[in-house]
């Protein structure tokens, strides 16, 4: 089965940097979209961005030009680079598979557990 661990969360002040990382355990046997959520308290969970097999990304509006999405495709991990991070990124962010494994099962919507960010003003 595939899984997924998450790293990267942390408390860090406004303005600064974090770099979250999606690993999959398991045996992946291919990608179709992968990507980060996050859910604020009292919120719903948001999409804050997603990188497609072919490497298209998406991003929220809200995180356009602060935020970078990327892969590693030989260690099947994604990153999410967080740049000029604001008090209103906090959240849990969660990670989220969509692909095959080696015995054929297809996940639609596997989550991560979860990290949280902190950005203190």
């Known amino acids: 089965q595939v899984q997924l661990v998450e790293s990267g969360g942390g408390l860090v002040q406004a303005g600064g940097s974090l770099r979250l990382s999606c690993a999959t355990s398991?045996?992946?046997?291919?990608?179709?979209?992968m990507g980060w959520y996050r859910q604020a308290p009292g919120k719903q969970r948001e999409l804050v961005a997603t990188?497609?097999?072919?490497?298209?990304?998406r991003y929220a509006d809200s995180v356009k030009g602060r935020f970078t999405i990327s892969r590693d495709n030989a260690k099947n991990t994604v990153y999410l680079q967080m740049n000029s991070l604001k008090p209103e990124d906090t959240a849990v962010y969660y990670c989220?598979?969509?692909?095959?494994?080696?015995?054929?099962?297809?996940?639609?919507?596997?989550w991560g557990q979860g990290t949280q960010v902190t950005v203190s003003s």
């Open positions: 990188i497609s097999r072919g490497g298209s990304t």
């Open positions: 989220n598979y969509n692909g095959v494994d080696s015995q054929r099962r297809y996940y639609s919507d596997l």
């Open positions: 398991g045996s992946v046997l291919s990608i179709n979209l």
